[in-house]
Protein backbone atom coordinates (compact mmCIF):
# COMPACT_ATOMS: atom_id res chain seq x y z
CA UNK A 1 0.00 0.00 0.00
CA UNK A 2 1.63 3.67 -1.04
CA UNK A 3 2.50 5.23 2.12
CA UNK A 4 0.36 8.78 2.54
CA UNK A 5 2.04 11.91 1.19
CA UNK A 6 0.45 14.01 3.62
CA UNK A 7 4.34 14.66 5.15
CA UNK A 8 6.65 14.52 3.06
CA UNK A 9 9.58 15.63 5.77
CA UNK A 10 8.03 12.17 7.46
CA UNK A 11 9.26 10.23 4.39
CA UNK A 12 12.51 11.50 4.11
CA UNK A 13 13.33 11.22 7.97
CA UNK A 14 11.93 7.54 8.14
CA UNK A 15 14.20 5.97 5.64
CA UNK A 16 17.28 7.94 7.36
CA UNK A 17 18.22 4.59 9.76
CA UNK A 18 20.51 1.70 8.53
CA UNK A 19 16.84 -0.45 9.16
CA UNK A 20 15.28 1.64 6.45
CA UNK A 21 18.80 1.46 3.90
CA UNK A 22 18.64 -2.81 4.77
CA UNK A 23 16.40 -3.34 1.30
CA UNK A 24 18.35 -1.64 -0.92
CA UNK A 25 21.51 -2.68 0.52
CA UNK A 26 20.63 -6.11 0.58
CA UNK A 27 20.31 -5.92 -2.91
CA UNK A 28 23.73 -5.16 -3.10
CA UNK A 29 25.01 -8.15 -1.15
CA UNK A 30 22.85 -10.53 -2.63
CA UNK A 31 24.42 -9.65 -5.71
CA UNK A 32 27.93 -9.83 -4.62
CA UNK A 33 26.80 -13.25 -3.21
CA UNK A 34 24.98 -14.59 -6.01
CA UNK A 35 27.54 -14.11 -8.52
CA UNK A 36 30.40 -15.11 -6.21
CA UNK A 37 29.88 -18.86 -7.55
CA UNK A 38 30.01 -18.40 -11.32
CA UNK A 39 26.49 -19.26 -11.75
CA UNK A 40 23.71 -18.00 -13.64
CA UNK A 41 23.79 -15.86 -16.56
CA UNK A 42 25.90 -13.49 -16.98
CA UNK A 43 23.75 -10.61 -19.00
CA UNK A 44 20.74 -11.12 -20.18
CA UNK A 45 18.93 -12.24 -23.51
CA UNK A 46 16.33 -9.85 -23.38
CA UNK A 47 16.31 -6.88 -26.33
CA UNK A 48 15.87 -3.44 -25.07
CA UNK A 49 12.52 -3.47 -26.54
CA UNK A 50 11.74 -6.04 -23.98
CA UNK A 51 12.59 -4.43 -21.16
CA UNK A 52 11.24 -0.74 -22.19
CA UNK A 53 7.80 -2.33 -22.32
CA UNK A 54 8.06 -3.66 -18.92
CA UNK A 55 9.38 0.09 -16.96
CA UNK A 56 6.38 1.77 -19.19
CA UNK A 57 4.52 3.30 -16.56
CA UNK A 58 2.60 6.41 -15.41
CA UNK A 59 5.02 8.62 -13.52
CA UNK A 60 4.38 7.55 -9.79
CA UNK A 61 2.23 10.68 -8.02
CA UNK A 62 2.37 8.91 -4.59
CA UNK A 63 4.64 7.41 -2.16
CA UNK A 64 5.24 3.95 -1.70
CA UNK A 65 7.50 2.04 0.67
CA UNK A 66 11.53 1.59 0.43
CA UNK A 67 10.89 -1.88 0.92
CA UNK A 68 8.42 -1.84 -1.85
CA UNK A 69 10.76 0.19 -3.77
CA UNK A 70 13.13 -2.30 -3.78
CA UNK A 71 11.37 -5.38 -4.63
CA UNK A 72 10.12 -3.61 -7.84
CA UNK A 73 13.78 -2.78 -8.44
CA UNK A 74 14.99 -6.34 -8.17
CA UNK A 75 12.15 -7.81 -10.40
CA UNK A 76 11.72 -5.04 -13.29
CA UNK A 77 15.80 -4.15 -13.68
CA UNK A 78 18.18 -6.75 -11.63
CA UNK A 79 17.76 -9.68 -13.93
CA UNK A 80 19.22 -7.95 -16.95
CA UNK A 81 22.10 -6.42 -15.93
CA UNK A 82 25.17 -6.87 -16.76
CA UNK A 83 27.18 -9.17 -13.96
CA UNK A 84 30.37 -7.82 -14.02
CA UNK A 85 30.89 -9.50 -10.02
CA UNK A 86 30.61 -12.60 -12.42
CA UNK A 87 33.64 -14.67 -13.42
CA UNK A 88 32.69 -15.40 -16.45
CA UNK A 89 32.56 -11.82 -17.21
CA UNK A 90 35.26 -10.69 -19.34
CA UNK A 91 34.42 -7.95 -21.64
CA UNK A 92 34.95 -3.92 -21.61
CA UNK A 93 36.86 -1.99 -19.68
CA UNK A 94 34.81 -1.90 -16.71
CA UNK A 95 35.44 -3.32 -13.56
CA UNK A 96 34.41 -5.62 -10.78
CA UNK A 97 34.35 -3.24 -7.75
CA UNK A 98 36.28 -3.92 -4.63
CA UNK A 99 33.69 -4.13 -1.98
CA UNK A 100 34.67 -1.42 0.74
CA UNK A 101 34.64 0.99 -2.21
CA UNK A 102 31.17 -0.22 -2.84
CA UNK A 103 30.01 0.64 0.67
CA UNK A 104 32.13 3.60 0.77
CA UNK A 105 29.89 4.91 -2.69
CA UNK A 106 26.42 5.66 -0.71
CA UNK A 107 28.84 7.31 2.33
CA UNK A 108 30.04 9.42 -0.46
CA UNK A 109 26.52 10.12 -1.57
CA UNK A 110 25.36 10.46 1.74
CA UNK A 111 28.31 13.07 2.91
CA UNK A 112 27.16 15.13 -0.51
CA UNK A 113 30.42 17.22 -0.57
CA UNK A 114 30.67 19.14 -3.60
CA UNK A 115 34.71 19.51 -4.43
CA UNK A 116 34.06 22.81 -6.43
CA UNK A 117 35.49 25.10 -3.51
CA UNK A 118 37.17 23.88 -0.28
CA UNK A 119 34.41 25.87 1.63
CA UNK A 120 32.15 23.03 0.21
CA UNK A 121 34.32 20.23 1.30
CA UNK A 122 36.42 21.08 4.56
CA UNK A 123 37.88 17.49 4.87
CA UNK A 124 37.75 16.17 1.36
CA UNK A 125 39.49 18.53 -0.73
CA UNK A 126 42.75 18.40 1.34
CA UNK A 127 41.99 14.53 1.22
CA UNK A 128 42.33 14.58 -2.49
CA UNK A 129 45.79 16.35 -2.56
CA UNK A 130 46.69 14.20 -0.38
CA UNK A 131 45.94 11.38 -2.65
CA UNK A 132 47.07 13.09 -5.98
CA UNK A 133 50.33 13.58 -4.01
CA UNK A 134 50.58 9.31 -3.59
CA UNK A 135 49.77 8.93 -7.67
CA UNK A 136 52.36 11.92 -8.34
CA UNK A 137 55.35 10.31 -5.85
CA UNK A 138 54.08 7.04 -7.76
CA UNK A 139 55.00 8.61 -11.30
CA UNK A 140 58.39 9.84 -9.76
CA UNK A 141 57.99 13.76 -9.61
CA UNK A 142 58.63 15.84 -7.13
CA UNK A 143 56.46 18.44 -5.06
CA UNK A 144 55.74 21.14 -7.87
CA UNK A 145 53.58 18.27 -8.98
CA UNK A 146 49.87 18.27 -8.92
CA UNK A 147 45.97 17.30 -10.44
CA UNK A 148 43.08 16.44 -9.62
CA UNK A 149 39.92 13.82 -9.72
CA UNK A 150 38.24 13.44 -13.06
CA UNK A 151 35.13 11.42 -14.20
CA UNK A 152 37.27 9.24 -16.11
CA UNK A 153 39.97 9.56 -18.99
CA UNK A 154 38.51 11.04 -21.53
CA UNK A 155 38.10 14.37 -19.03
CA UNK A 156 41.45 13.85 -18.00
CA UNK A 157 42.88 13.82 -21.26
CA UNK A 158 40.53 16.81 -22.49
CA UNK A 159 41.51 19.12 -19.82
CA UNK A 160 45.35 17.91 -20.06
CA UNK A 161 45.48 19.29 -23.71
CA UNK A 162 43.52 22.31 -22.50
CA UNK A 163 46.57 23.37 -20.43
CA UNK A 164 48.96 22.17 -23.39
CA UNK A 165 46.64 24.86 -25.42
CA UNK A 166 47.31 27.02 -22.84
CA UNK A 167 50.85 26.76 -23.27
CA UNK A 168 50.98 26.81 -26.82
CA UNK A 169 48.84 29.81 -27.58
CA UNK A 170 48.70 31.74 -23.85
CA UNK A 171 45.92 34.17 -25.21
CA UNK A 172 43.55 31.45 -26.19
CA UNK A 173 41.10 31.60 -23.45
CA UNK A 174 40.62 35.34 -24.37
CA UNK A 175 41.13 35.17 -28.04
CA UNK A 176 40.42 31.71 -29.57
CA UNK A 177 42.77 29.42 -31.38
CA UNK A 178 43.21 32.31 -34.39
CA UNK A 179 44.16 31.56 -38.22
CA UNK A 180 46.80 28.85 -37.52
CA UNK A 181 46.33 26.63 -34.80
CA UNK A 182 48.95 23.71 -33.55
CA UNK A 183 49.03 20.74 -34.50
CA UNK A 184 48.34 17.49 -32.25
CA UNK A 185 49.89 14.04 -32.84
CA UNK A 186 48.83 10.84 -31.87
CA UNK A 187 48.94 6.92 -32.32
CA UNK A 188 46.57 5.16 -34.79
CA UNK A 189 45.37 3.16 -31.48
CA UNK A 190 44.87 6.18 -29.21
CA UNK A 191 41.45 6.57 -27.55
CA UNK A 192 38.84 8.52 -28.97
CA UNK A 193 39.04 10.98 -26.10
CA UNK A 194 42.10 12.71 -28.24
CA UNK A 195 40.07 13.22 -31.17
CA UNK A 196 36.91 14.45 -28.65
CA UNK A 197 39.25 16.67 -27.33
CA UNK A 198 40.27 18.30 -30.21
CA UNK A 199 37.11 18.68 -32.16
CA UNK A 200 35.48 20.05 -28.83
CA UNK A 201 38.52 22.28 -28.14
CA UNK A 202 37.98 24.03 -31.54
CA UNK A 203 41.46 22.82 -32.74
CA UNK A 204 39.54 20.40 -35.45
CA UNK A 205 40.55 17.32 -36.44
CA UNK A 206 42.12 18.50 -39.49
CA UNK A 207 44.61 19.51 -37.21
CA UNK A 208 45.34 15.76 -35.80
CA UNK A 209 48.21 14.10 -37.33
CA UNK A 210 47.80 10.47 -36.45
CA UNK A 211 51.22 8.24 -36.09
CA UNK A 212 50.85 5.04 -37.57
CA UNK A 213 51.46 2.09 -35.92
CA UNK A 214 54.13 -0.96 -34.97
CA UNK A 215 52.96 -3.80 -33.59
CA UNK A 216 50.15 -2.01 -32.50
CA UNK A 217 52.05 0.56 -31.03
CA UNK A 218 52.82 4.23 -31.89
CA UNK A 219 55.59 3.90 -34.36
CA UNK A 220 58.69 6.02 -33.24
CA UNK A 221 60.19 5.54 -36.56
CA UNK A 222 56.93 7.33 -38.12
CA UNK A 223 56.94 9.75 -35.28
CA UNK A 224 60.29 11.39 -36.28
CA UNK A 225 59.37 11.76 -39.91
CA UNK A 226 56.29 13.48 -39.05
CA UNK A 227 58.11 15.47 -36.68
CA UNK A 228 60.86 17.03 -39.26
CA UNK A 229 58.19 17.79 -41.81
CA UNK A 230 55.79 19.64 -38.94
CA UNK A 231 59.50 21.60 -38.22
CA UNK A 232 60.60 21.91 -41.75
CA UNK A 233 56.70 23.35 -42.71
CA UNK A 234 56.94 25.90 -39.75
CA UNK A 235 53.99 24.25 -38.25
CA UNK A 236 53.31 24.32 -34.27
CA UNK A 237 53.03 21.56 -32.19
CA UNK A 238 50.60 21.59 -29.34
CA UNK A 239 50.80 18.05 -27.62
CA UNK A 240 52.05 14.40 -28.28
CA UNK A 241 49.78 11.82 -26.95
CA UNK A 242 51.21 8.67 -25.95
CA UNK A 243 49.07 5.29 -24.52
CA UNK A 244 50.16 3.35 -21.64
CA UNK A 245 47.75 0.34 -22.04
CA UNK A 246 45.72 1.30 -25.19
CA UNK A 247 41.76 0.18 -25.30
CA UNK A 248 42.19 -2.38 -28.13
CA UNK A 249 44.91 -4.43 -27.09
CA UNK A 250 46.46 -3.30 -24.06
CA UNK A 251 49.77 -2.27 -25.51
CA UNK A 252 52.48 -0.01 -24.15
CA UNK A 253 54.10 3.20 -25.97
CA UNK A 254 57.95 3.43 -25.91
CA UNK A 255 57.60 6.16 -23.48
CA UNK A 256 61.25 6.48 -23.27
CA UNK A 257 61.27 7.13 -27.28
CA UNK A 258 58.82 9.55 -27.62
CA UNK A 259 59.72 11.42 -24.91
CA UNK A 260 63.21 11.44 -26.45
CA UNK A 261 61.92 12.82 -29.55
CA UNK A 262 59.77 15.49 -27.59
CA UNK A 263 63.14 16.36 -26.31
CA UNK A 264 64.87 16.45 -29.36
CA UNK A 265 62.33 18.47 -31.67
CA UNK A 266 61.95 21.27 -28.47
CA UNK A 267 60.40 24.78 -29.48
CA UNK A 268 61.24 28.15 -28.29
CA UNK A 269 58.79 26.99 -25.06
CA UNK A 270 61.19 23.43 -24.46
CA UNK A 271 60.02 20.47 -25.33
CA UNK A 272 56.80 19.23 -26.39
CA UNK A 273 54.06 18.77 -24.09
CA UNK A 274 53.79 14.82 -23.91
CA UNK A 275 50.58 13.48 -22.74
CA UNK A 276 50.30 10.13 -21.81
CA UNK A 277 47.03 8.31 -21.85
CA UNK A 278 47.39 5.82 -19.13
CA UNK A 279 43.80 5.64 -18.57
CA UNK A 280 44.36 1.77 -18.40
CA UNK A 281 47.61 0.78 -17.69
CA UNK A 282 48.36 3.26 -14.61
CA UNK A 283 47.93 0.37 -12.23
CA UNK A 284 51.29 -0.76 -13.83
CA UNK A 285 52.58 1.96 -11.27
CA UNK A 286 52.37 -0.42 -8.51
CA UNK A 287 53.64 -3.64 -9.17
CA UNK A 288 57.15 -4.69 -9.45
CA UNK A 289 56.78 -6.47 -12.55
CA UNK A 290 54.80 -4.29 -14.93
CA UNK A 291 56.30 -1.10 -13.81
CA UNK A 292 59.25 -1.49 -16.53
CA UNK A 293 56.07 -1.10 -18.71
CA UNK A 294 55.58 2.62 -17.63
CA UNK A 295 59.48 3.24 -17.19
CA UNK A 296 60.12 6.80 -18.82
CA UNK A 297 56.37 8.17 -17.39
CA UNK A 298 58.03 10.89 -15.31
CA UNK A 299 59.45 12.34 -18.45
CA UNK A 300 55.56 12.92 -19.03
CA UNK A 301 53.93 16.58 -18.52
CA UNK A 302 50.37 15.49 -18.26
CA UNK A 303 49.29 11.63 -17.48
CA UNK A 304 45.38 10.48 -17.36
CA UNK A 305 44.72 7.39 -15.40
CA UNK A 306 41.20 5.68 -14.22
CA UNK A 307 41.57 4.09 -10.92
CA UNK A 308 37.55 2.68 -11.93
CA UNK A 309 39.58 0.46 -14.44
CA UNK A 310 42.43 -1.86 -13.05
CA UNK A 311 42.09 -0.51 -9.86
CA UNK A 312 39.08 -1.94 -9.53
CA UNK A 313 36.96 1.02 -8.15
CA UNK A 314 33.28 1.67 -8.83
CA UNK A 315 32.52 4.17 -11.29
CA UNK A 316 33.43 7.28 -11.41
CA UNK A 317 37.01 7.92 -10.26
CA UNK A 318 39.46 9.45 -12.81
CA UNK A 319 42.83 11.09 -12.40
CA UNK A 320 44.35 13.42 -14.13
CA UNK A 321 48.13 13.89 -13.08
CA UNK A 322 50.50 17.26 -14.02
CA UNK A 323 54.14 17.57 -13.66
CA UNK A 324 53.86 21.02 -13.01
CA UNK A 325 50.39 22.27 -10.76
CA UNK A 326 50.55 25.46 -12.36
CA UNK A 327 50.21 24.40 -15.75
CA UNK A 328 46.58 22.82 -14.68
CA UNK A 329 46.28 26.48 -13.20
CA UNK A 330 46.34 27.99 -16.33
CA UNK A 331 44.49 25.99 -18.31
CA UNK A 332 41.18 27.70 -17.10
CA UNK A 333 41.06 31.29 -16.31
CA UNK A 334 37.85 31.30 -14.85
CA UNK A 335 35.62 34.28 -12.72
CA UNK A 336 33.25 33.62 -10.63
CA UNK A 337 32.87 35.72 -7.54
CA UNK A 338 30.03 34.15 -6.18
CA UNK A 339 32.63 30.36 -5.54
CA UNK A 340 35.92 31.53 -6.59
CA UNK A 341 37.45 34.12 -3.95
CA UNK A 342 40.95 35.12 -3.22
CA UNK A 343 41.88 33.71 -0.20
CA UNK A 344 44.91 34.56 2.36
CA UNK A 345 46.16 30.73 2.08
CA UNK A 346 49.80 30.27 1.22
CA UNK A 347 48.33 27.04 -1.17
CA UNK A 348 45.84 27.17 -2.92
CA UNK A 349 43.03 24.22 -1.77
CA UNK A 350 40.26 25.20 -4.60
CA UNK A 351 39.48 22.13 -6.79
CA UNK A 352 37.21 23.99 -8.87
CA UNK A 353 39.39 26.82 -11.03
CA UNK A 354 41.60 23.60 -12.36
CA UNK A 355 38.64 20.90 -12.75
CA UNK A 356 36.05 21.10 -16.35
CA UNK A 357 33.55 20.19 -13.77
CA UNK A 358 32.30 22.60 -11.15
CA UNK A 359 29.70 20.26 -9.38
CA UNK A 360 32.07 17.21 -8.68
CA UNK A 361 31.30 14.15 -5.93
CA UNK A 362 33.91 13.43 -3.61
CA UNK A 363 35.26 9.90 -5.50
CA UNK A 364 39.00 10.52 -3.88
CA UNK A 365 36.89 8.81 -0.86
CA UNK A 366 36.43 5.61 -3.05
CA UNK A 367 40.58 5.91 -3.91
CA UNK A 368 41.37 6.38 -0.24
CA UNK A 369 39.45 3.75 1.47
CA UNK A 370 40.60 1.41 -1.78
CA UNK A 371 44.17 2.15 -0.24
CA UNK A 372 43.84 2.05 3.29
CA UNK A 373 41.71 -1.06 3.48
CA UNK A 374 44.05 -3.68 1.04
CA UNK A 375 47.17 -1.33 0.79
CA UNK A 376 49.26 -0.83 -2.05
CA UNK A 377 50.57 -4.69 -1.80
CA UNK A 378 47.42 -6.38 -2.82
CA UNK A 379 46.30 -3.46 -5.62
CA UNK A 380 49.50 -4.91 -7.23
CA UNK A 381 48.80 -8.27 -6.37
CA UNK A 382 45.40 -7.80 -7.88
CA UNK A 383 46.32 -5.82 -11.48
CA UNK A 384 48.82 -8.92 -11.70
CA UNK A 385 46.32 -11.55 -11.65
CA UNK A 386 44.04 -9.84 -14.19
CA UNK A 387 47.04 -9.87 -16.43
CA UNK A 388 48.06 -13.18 -15.93
CA UNK A 389 44.51 -14.33 -17.06
CA UNK A 390 45.04 -12.80 -20.46
CA UNK A 391 48.63 -14.55 -20.18
CA UNK A 392 46.81 -18.09 -19.76
CA UNK A 393 43.68 -17.15 -22.45
CA UNK A 394 47.24 -16.69 -24.72
CA UNK A 395 48.38 -19.55 -23.48
CA UNK A 396 45.59 -21.64 -24.12
CA UNK A 397 44.84 -20.20 -27.39
CA UNK A 398 48.18 -21.59 -29.09
CA UNK A 399 47.76 -23.73 -31.31
CA UNK A 400 44.48 -23.93 -30.86
CA UNK A 401 42.44 -25.20 -34.61
CA UNK A 402 40.74 -22.11 -34.88
CA UNK A 403 41.03 -19.30 -32.43
CA UNK A 404 44.52 -17.51 -32.82
CA UNK A 405 45.61 -14.80 -30.59
CA UNK A 406 46.91 -11.65 -32.47
CA UNK A 407 49.48 -10.18 -29.93
CA UNK A 408 51.20 -10.91 -26.74
CA UNK A 409 49.32 -9.45 -24.13
CA UNK A 410 50.66 -6.83 -21.86
CA UNK A 411 48.22 -5.84 -19.44
CA UNK A 412 44.80 -7.63 -19.04
CA UNK A 413 43.67 -7.46 -22.75
CA UNK A 414 43.57 -9.54 -25.70
CA UNK A 415 42.55 -9.53 -28.99
CA UNK A 416 42.05 -12.89 -31.09
CA UNK A 417 41.00 -14.22 -34.42
CA UNK A 418 38.40 -16.82 -34.82
CA UNK A 419 39.41 -18.99 -38.28
CA UNK A 420 36.90 -21.31 -39.01
CA UNK A 421 37.77 -23.93 -41.85
CA UNK A 422 36.21 -24.09 -45.10
CA UNK A 423 35.04 -20.64 -44.73
CA UNK A 424 35.33 -17.81 -47.05
CA UNK A 425 37.33 -15.06 -45.57
CA UNK A 426 35.13 -12.30 -46.45
CA UNK A 427 32.56 -13.64 -44.50
CA UNK A 428 34.85 -14.13 -40.81
CA UNK A 429 33.79 -10.64 -39.69
CA UNK A 430 30.12 -10.86 -39.94
CA UNK A 431 30.92 -14.75 -38.71
CA UNK A 432 32.89 -13.30 -35.89
CA UNK A 433 29.72 -10.95 -34.51
CA UNK A 434 27.70 -13.42 -34.60
CA UNK A 435 29.69 -15.84 -32.48
CA UNK A 436 30.48 -13.06 -30.11
CA UNK A 437 26.59 -12.35 -30.05
CA UNK A 438 25.49 -15.84 -30.00
CA UNK A 439 27.94 -16.37 -26.56
CA UNK A 440 26.94 -13.08 -25.15
CA UNK A 441 23.48 -14.27 -25.28
CA UNK A 442 24.29 -17.66 -24.23
CA UNK A 443 24.13 -16.49 -20.59
CA UNK A 444 28.07 -18.45 -20.08
CA UNK A 445 30.26 -15.62 -20.58
CA UNK A 446 30.13 -12.07 -22.10
CA UNK A 447 33.49 -10.68 -24.31
CA UNK A 448 34.02 -8.10 -27.02
CA UNK A 449 34.95 -7.57 -30.17
CA UNK A 450 37.06 -4.99 -32.06
CA UNK A 451 38.48 -3.72 -35.45
CA UNK A 452 42.10 -4.71 -35.44
CA UNK A 453 44.47 -4.69 -38.45
CA UNK A 454 41.16 -4.43 -40.80
CA UNK A 455 39.33 -7.32 -39.56
CA UNK A 456 36.97 -8.06 -36.83
CA UNK A 457 38.27 -10.01 -34.06
CA UNK A 458 37.54 -11.28 -31.13
CA UNK A 459 38.81 -9.14 -27.18
CA UNK A 460 38.79 -9.91 -23.97
CA UNK A 461 39.57 -7.73 -20.90
CA UNK A 462 39.73 -9.25 -17.21
CA UNK A 463 38.46 -6.87 -14.67
CA UNK A 464 37.28 -9.30 -12.42
CA UNK A 465 39.65 -10.64 -9.07
CA UNK A 466 37.26 -13.58 -8.90
CA UNK A 467 37.92 -14.49 -12.91
CA UNK A 468 40.49 -17.47 -12.71
CA UNK A 469 41.86 -20.33 -14.87
CA UNK A 470 38.95 -22.54 -14.74
CA UNK A 471 37.03 -19.63 -15.76
CA UNK A 472 39.63 -18.87 -18.76
CA UNK A 473 38.78 -22.17 -20.10
CA UNK A 474 34.99 -22.66 -19.75
CA UNK A 475 35.73 -19.30 -22.04
CA UNK A 476 37.49 -21.52 -24.86
CA UNK A 477 35.06 -24.32 -24.28
CA UNK A 478 32.42 -22.22 -25.09
CA UNK A 479 33.40 -20.22 -27.83
CA UNK A 480 34.32 -23.96 -29.39
CA UNK A 481 30.43 -24.80 -29.07
CA UNK A 482 28.94 -21.72 -30.33
CA UNK A 483 31.34 -21.51 -33.02
CA UNK A 484 30.44 -24.92 -34.35
CA UNK A 485 26.81 -24.10 -34.21
CA UNK A 486 27.63 -20.63 -36.06
CA UNK A 487 29.42 -22.56 -38.77
CA UNK A 488 26.55 -25.14 -39.21
CA UNK A 489 24.14 -22.59 -39.64
CA UNK A 490 26.14 -20.22 -41.59
CA UNK A 491 26.54 -23.44 -44.58
Not at 142 to 150: E, L, P, Q, V
Not at 212 to 241: C, N, Y
Not at 333 to 342: E, G, M
Not at 379 to 389: N, P, S, V
Request: net charge neutral.
Amino acid sequence: MNDRPTDPLALLEADTTLEAAQPILALAAQYLADTRAGEGPVSTWHSAEVIADRLAEPLPRRSRPLADVARRLSSLLLDDVNRLAHPMYIGHQVSAPLPAAVWTDALVSALNQSMAVREMSPSFTPLEHQVVRWMTDLVGWDTRAGGTMTSGGTEATFTALLAARSRAIPDVWANGLGPNPPVLLCGEHAHYAVARAAGAMGLGLSRVVVIPADDHRLSVTALRVQLERLRAAGTRVMAVVATAGCTATGTFDDLPAIADLCDEFADERGPLWLHVDAAHGGAAMLSASHRHRVTGLARARSVAWDPHKTLLLPLAAGLLLMREEDDLERAFSQKAPYLFTPSNEARAWDMGPRSFQCSRRADVLKLWVAFQRYGAEALAALYERLCQMAQTLHGLLQGHAQFAPLHAPESNILCFAWNPPAVDPRDRDALTDALRARYNRSGRGWITATTLDGRRVLRITVMNARTDVAHIEALVRGLDAEAAYVVQHHR
